[in-house]
């Protein structure tokens, strides 16, 4: 197998799996709540999500180098075909919260579980480094289409169910279904991945979970993403298709469409990050145009009407995602090749932990009546702090091809 045809697969993946994570993160806390989870409740299970992921992808993504990139992805795979399964299949929170902790589901319909890490390392070892941050651009833009129409598919399928007189609940259930059966389909998929992915046989070296020489600097990028996961899980788009059920009464079908057009402009900003980057450097990149879409953020919960607070959101967007290529490329390059996947995995699991609390907070936010903005207006807030701190600690911390 080419180079060519392990970049094809990879990208395959990510689109069935972003694809069932939007189709899935609309209704997902509609059938929770359906199953008759309060608010609090399904916060806390999002949370236990997360924070199950975290603990999950830890140990795959940081043994990913040593045990296999490959064999890693299949174990996660077969850990989303898990979690879809038992949330499809019982009301039991226990259940839920177990399948929640180790299984792979996604409330976000955004990546969890070790698959970006791994496939992020494995795609920088096939690739040149002049091509690396435009082929993540693509594979973001790849995603958030696929995380677009998963969303549209996932609310009109519901709504379109109802129609014909299924009720919601059952609507929803055929929902769960299609994830679970997405993730057998990946699984499939990574067993054609070639050994072209893994990491060349290197000397023994005592390291911190996978990481040697570059531990102090992924350590600090880890702390600074966490609290950026942290404000972000506050908004999650399955607790944001709830609120705009809560404060608007919008409909799945609308929540849907809402979700197919932020997440087709997300793709684009992903795009224009490339030729952006190209002229200011990976880190302002990152940091320039997440200002201002914290700050729309923010005003989100300000707007009278359905139709203002969805343009907003819309304009979010629009640059939300131009800092995920440029991060994702610059964690990349600042470290040594046989620790990216531990360097990747580390930071996601930073990530993962710290949005694993959020949800929680949102849950028991959104279930007072006063306080329903108040998600949107703190995630925008922290937002805009690690923006500064970000570039105030890494803006002298130069890629090695922005320094040629």
């Known amino acids: 197998m080419t180079n060519r045809e392990d970049i094809t697969l990879l990208f395959s993946t990510r689109i069935v799996r972003l694809f069932a994570y939007g189709f899935l993160s609309v209704v997902l806390a509609l059938y929770l709540a359906e199953a008759g989870l309060s608010a609090w409740s399904i916060g806390v299970l999002f949370s236990l999500t997360l924070a199950g992921d975290a603990g999950v992808s830890l140990w795959l993504t940081t043994s990913a180098d040593r ?15 898990i979690a879809g399964a038992v949330f499809l299949s019982t009301r039991n929170v226990m259940l839920l919260a177990l399948a929640a902790i180790i299984g792979v589901i996604s409330p976000s319909g955004n990546e969890i579980g070790p698959f970006l890490s791994i496939e992020q390392a494995s795609l920088t070892q096939l690739l040149p480094a002049e091509r690396r941050t435009s082929v993540f651009a693509w594979y973001n833009v790849a995603g958030s289409f696929a995380t677009a129409l998963g969303a549209l598919s ?37 067993f054609g991945v070639s050994r072209a992915v893994e990491v060349p046989a290197a000397p023994s070296r005592r390291s911190f979970f996978g990481l040697h020489k570059s531990r102090a600097v992924v350590l600090k990028l880890s ?74 953020l923010i005003l ?38 046989d620790e990216r996947s531990a360097a990747s995995g580390v930071t996601t699991i930073a990530r993962s932990v710290g949005a694993s609390v959020a949800p929680a907070l949102t849950g028991a936010l959104l279930g007072v009546p006063a306080l329903i903005s108040a998600p949107f207006i703190l995630a925008g807030s922290l937002k805009l702090i690690y923006d500064l701190t970000l570039w105030r600690q890494f803006h002298a911390v130069q890629p090695p091809e922005e320094l040629r």
């Open 223 to 296: 702390a600074l993403f966490s609290v950026d996961a942290f404000a972000g899980g506050l908004v999650v788009q399955s607790l944001v298709a709830y609120w705009f059920s809560i404060r608007f009464g919008a409909d799945p079908g609308i929540i849907g469409s809402i979700f197919f057009g932020a997440n087709v402009l997300a793709g684009i900003s992903a795009l224009l990050a490339v030729r952006l980057a190209a002229r200011i450097g990976l880190i302002n990149t990152m940091v320039f145009t997440h200002i201002p879409s914290n700050i729309l």
């Open 154 to 190: 996932g609310g009109w399928l519901s709504q379109a169910l109802q129609a014909g007189g299924w009720t919601r609940f059952d609507s929803y259930r055929a929902v769960l279904a299609g994830y679970a059966l997405a993730g057998l389909v990946i699984m499939l998929c990574f």
């Open 300 to 337: 989100v919960p300000l707007m009278p009407t359905l139709l203002l607070a969805i343009a907003v959101l819309l304009a979010r967007f629009s640059i939300s995602q131009m800092d995920v290529p440029t991060r994702q490329s610059y964690t990349m390059a600042v470290v040594a090749p």
């Open 67 to 81: 045990l296999g990139r490959r064999r890693m992805l299949i174990v996660g795979a077969a850990l989303m075909v």
